[in-house]
């Protein structure tokens, strides 16, 4: 191991912020101690209810079962909005800046509870009730905003499917979880170019008869088909609503949202999250994580088809009375300074990407960073999957010219909000580490027998008691939320991750140690990617693994074996490419196909994964081959690979 550089708390962060090292130390002993205690004196600061809990926690790891605040009873949009209403009803709730750089404009609470209020009656209007499925797939405008909070006035649970995917993966996810209506925009606008959303969506809905409303938001004009009956325009419907709509009284432990992600096999997983518990720990952890104070500009870069954009874009900043930007483009467009611009621009105080984005911006030189000012910003963060150490050091030095402390947040989908994370004002860095755990997260790194590691090691890394956030079920088929969190280590969530604990108790996370890919900071299973190129006729099996990558954190590598008489061509491997975009999206799409015409399996007909991973890592060390079945087609493998 190269020596680590640590950095401590600057004096300012160590005097000012809201939580010091004394703090994190009392507060988290208190939180893992007497949790229910803990988390009740959480709940009665950060929320408003209208009827207090009976009782704070009750859960069962075996059973996979977590409820938090039980029978206590709320509106998450009340939280978010009406209650902010009489002090900061003029404060910008939402600043929105478009893909071009001409486009920007500020909603602010009072305008962001007319609107959410106006699609709340739309809603309603066209039948949609409490507990009903909403689908949301549309871009980074501030409708998005806008239909995620209606859905949650009036006790819809939204299940937002990202911009980037396919009509097919839209069509999966809306029959899964029978979402009836769906909200979506004409276009969308990345980069300059457009995005055929209403089109997509036109074909998803090709296969969902259940489908009787779509609200389309017009963001571009530009040309759509129709479907009389189904489809009405945003703007026409909200025109003629009425802005005032009583929130719905929601149980603490109604579910509030569904949020599609990969796992190690087959379909993608409706990950279901719950109202109070999901609304406290993202509430909490945003002001504490990002040191939030009374009027900081904030800026979350993630989509908010992603669970970051959930919890980090609008809910955990809304529900705090900040201003957070909604950003429709992407880093480089027009050029790569756009982030740093817009800094500059809003005034952004605290800023949180993803190591991806870091390492696209690095790679293309400091002028872009340089020529901006900055001066503004006080926070960095990243998300996603782990930062290497020189990408931290370069946002650390260059992007925060050394002033800025960065919190490497590690958590997922699952968990609903950060787990692992630095406090700024409490916590010393050490770049590439998540640091330590965060109120009521109790770690624990288990070896392959389930075996606890104790001190300074490194193993598997679960979860040993609920935290409010957490899962609630798998939408659908609770029995795959005990297969897959609670079931590899009993009594324990199991996180699909490994991790190493130093001697200062201290995190870093390795990466994930199932079947999971991490691409740009995008979960994908290869058993997905593996199922989208197997449906074309001339493959006869495929095999996806993840690479190292320089921008991507990791890319796709897949070896594809032909049926008997068909021969590789540049032909074949564009349609390959387009299977895994027609199936998933763009961001599915292989970096590398390799033709191999044989893949190492055992006797019994396993594929070792194993040696896929080290060959596609250009890593030829390969240990122990003699559980194979025929040795010569590693030799073939690695003479034809790909990454050298
Ligand atoms: C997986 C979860 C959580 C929001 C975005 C991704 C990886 C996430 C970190 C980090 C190292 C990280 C893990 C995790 N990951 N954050 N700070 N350091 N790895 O959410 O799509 O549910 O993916 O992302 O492997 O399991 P997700």
């Given amino acids: 191991m190269s020596e680590v550089h640590v950095y401590p708390v600057p004096a300012e962060f160590a005097s000012n912020a809201h939580i010091n090292e004394q703090q994190y130390h009392a507060m988290y002993q208190q939180s893992v101690e007497n949790p229910d205690q803990f988390w009740a004196e959480q709940a009665e600061q950060f929320l408003s209810w209208d009827q207090r809990w009976s009782k704070v926690s009750e859960y069962d790891f075996i059973k996979g079962e977590a409820a938090w605040f039980i029978d206590g009873k709320l509106n998450l949009t009340y939280n978010c909005i009406d209650r902010h209403l009489e002090t900061r009803g003029d404060q910008t709730a939402i600043i929105w800046e478009g893909d071009d750089p001409a486009d920007a404009k500020t909603i602010s609470y009072r305008e962001l509870h007319q609107q959410v209020c106006k699609l709340a009656n739309v809603l309603k209007q066209r039948g949609v009730k409490k507990g009903d499925r909403v689908c949301i797939y549309i871009p980074m405008v501030v409708e998005a905003a806008y239909a995620m909070l209606a859905c949650a006035r009036i006790g819809a649970i939204h299940s937002v499917v990202f911009g980037g995917f396919s009509p097919e993966a839209l069509k999966d996810r809306i029959l899964n979880s029978d979402c009836q209506t769906l909200i979506t925009a004409d276009e969308g606008v990345r980069g300059g170019k457009s995005v055929p959303l209403k089109a997509n969506a036109d074909l998803a809905l090709e296969s969902c008869p259940n489908v009787h409303t779509v609200v389309t938001v017009q963001r571009t004009g530009g040309d759509i088909a129709w479907t009389e009956g189904r489809d009405i325009w945003y703007h026409e419907a909200v025109a003629e609503a009425s802005d005032q709509c009583e929130p719905e009284l929601m149980d603490a432990e109604d579910p509030l949202f569904i949020l599609y992600t990969s796992g190690s096999t087959g379909q993608p997983k409706g990950v279901l999250h719950s109202t109070a518990g999901y609304l406290l720990q993202a509430a909490m952890t945003f002001k504490y994580t990002f040191d939030y104070q009374e009027g900081?500009?904030?800026?979350?870069?993630?989509?908010?088809?992603?669970?970051?954009?959930?919890?980090?874009?609008?809910?955990?900043?809304?529900?705090?009375?900040?201003?957070?930007?909604?950003?429709?483009?992407?880093?480089?467009?027009?050029?790569?300074?756009?982030?740093?611009?817009?800094?500059?621009?809003?005034?952004?105080?605290?800023?949180?990407?993803?190591?991806?984005?870091?390492?696209?911006?690095?790679?293309?030189?400091?002028?872009?960073?340089?020529?901006?000012?900055?001066?503004?910003?006080?926070?960095?963060?990243?998300?996603?999957?782990?930062?290497?150490?020189?990408?931290?050091?370069w946002y650390h030095r260059v992007v925060g010219e050394a002033r800025c402390p960065i919190v490497d947040t590690w958590w997922q989908t699952e968990t609903g909000a950060h787990m692992l994370t630095p406090l700024p004002g409490a916590t010393a860095l050490?770049?590439?580490?998540?640091?330590?755990?965060?109120?009521?997260?109790?770690?624990?790194?288990?070896?392959?027998?389930?075996?606890?590691?104790?001190?300074?090691?490194?193993?598997?890394?679960?979860?040993?008691a609920s935290w409010p956030s957490q899962i609630r079920s798998v939408y659908g088929d609770h029995q795959r939320m005990i297969d897959t969190y609670f079931s590899t280590y009993k009594g324990y969530y199991f996180t699909g991750d490994g991790a190493r604990r130093d001697e200062d108790g201290y995190y870093w996370i390795t990466g994930r140690v199932d079947?999971?890919?991490?691409?740009?900071?995008?979960?994908?299973?290869?058993?997905?990617?593996?199922?989208?190129?197997?449906?074309?006729?001339?493959?006869?099996?495929?095999?996806?693994?993840?690479?190292?990558?320089?921008?991507?954190?990791?890319g796709i590598y897949a070896y594809v074996t032909l049926m008997a008489g068909h021969q590789p061509s540049d032909q074949l491997l564009a349609e390959l490419i387009q299977m895994c975009v027609q199936e998933i999206g763009p961001i599915a799409k292989p970096d590398l196909i390799q033709w191999a015409p044989g893949l190492p399996k055992t006797r019994s007909g396993k594929i070792m994964r194993r040696i896929l991973r080290k060959v596609a890592a250009n890593e030829l060390e390969l240990g122990d081959t003699s559980t194979l079945a025929d040795p010569s087609v590693v030799d073939q493998l690695i003479e034809n690979r790909l990454n050298k």
């Fill in 296 to 393: 900081d500009i904030y800026w979350c870069t993630a989509d908010v088809g992603w669970i970051t954009g959930h919890s980090y874009s609008l809910y955990g900043p809304l529900a705090n009375g900040a201003t957070t930007l909604l950003f429709e483009g992407v880093p480089t467009y027009p050029d790569a300074a756009r982030c740093w611009e817009i800094c500059d621009k809003h005034q952004v105080n605290i800023f949180y990407t993803a190591p991806t984005a870091i390492r696209a911006l690095m790679g293309v030189g400091d002028e872009f960073v340089t020529r901006t000012s900055r001066s503004s910003i006080k926070l960095l963060g990243t998300v996603g999957e782990p930062i290497n150490p020189e990408a931290w050091e």
């Fill in 430 to 464: 050490k770049p590439g580490s998540a640091t330590r755990p965060f109120f009521g997260v109790q770690p624990i790194l288990l070896d392959n027998d389930g075996n606890e590691i104790t001190g300074a090691g490194e193993g598997n890394l679960a979860i040993k």
């Fill in 515 to 554: 079947d999971v890919l991490n691409v740009s900071g995008h979960r994908m299973g290869t058993a997905e990617v593996e199922s989208a190129l197997v449906l074309h006729d001339d493959v006869a099996e495929a095999a996806v693994v993840g690479y190292p990558h320089d921008i991507k954190g990791q």
